[in-house]
């Protein structure tokens, strides 16, 4: 069983900057893919970026592209993602979320249904 605990969020101004992080216990973390995806009111929960078991490999979603950055600390069993640039748009609850059955030789996966295990979500709201 793998638990997930998001924190960072929080309330900015347009063009600030924002570091979610995100703690994880119980299971092999460095074994997992980890994403990061974001549910807006009134919107479908959408994949913002996700990165490799080793941390070599990163995958964003075009409109975070340039602005946001995914890594991961395996020893401290932590995921990041560091926002910057914020947009109004870019207001939502984040959640972190682990792709535990991604193998080592597998392309990053973004789609919801292979990810298992999700926190609890922290809000950001970019007010412009």
């Known amino acids: 069983q793998v638990q997930l605990v998001e924190s960072g969020g929080g309330l900015v101004q347009a063009g600030e900057s924002l570091r979610l992080s995100c703690a994880a216990s119980?299971?092999?973390?460095?074994?997992?893919?980890m994403g990061w995806f974001r549910q807006a009111p009134g919107k479908e929960r959408e994949f913002v970026a996700a990165?490799?078991?080793?941390?070599?490999?990163?995958n964003y979603a075009e409109s975070v592209k340039g602005r946001f950055i995914i890594s991961r600390d395996n020893a401290k069993k932590m995921v990041y993602l560091q926002m910057n640039s914020l947009k109004p748009e870019d207001t939502a609850v984040y959640y972190c979320?682990?792709?535990?059955?991604?193998?080592?030789?597998?392309?990053?996966?973004?789609?919801?249904?292979?990810?298992?295990?999700w926190g609890q979500g922290t809000q950001v709201t970019v007010s412009s």
């Open positions: 979320a682990a792709d535990v059955r991604l193998i080592l030789s597998a392309p990053l996966r973004n789609g919801i249904d292979y990810y298992d295990y």
């Open positions: 990165v490799h078991r080793s941390g070599g490999t990163t």
């Open positions: 119980g299971g092999t973390f460095s074994r997992y893919g």
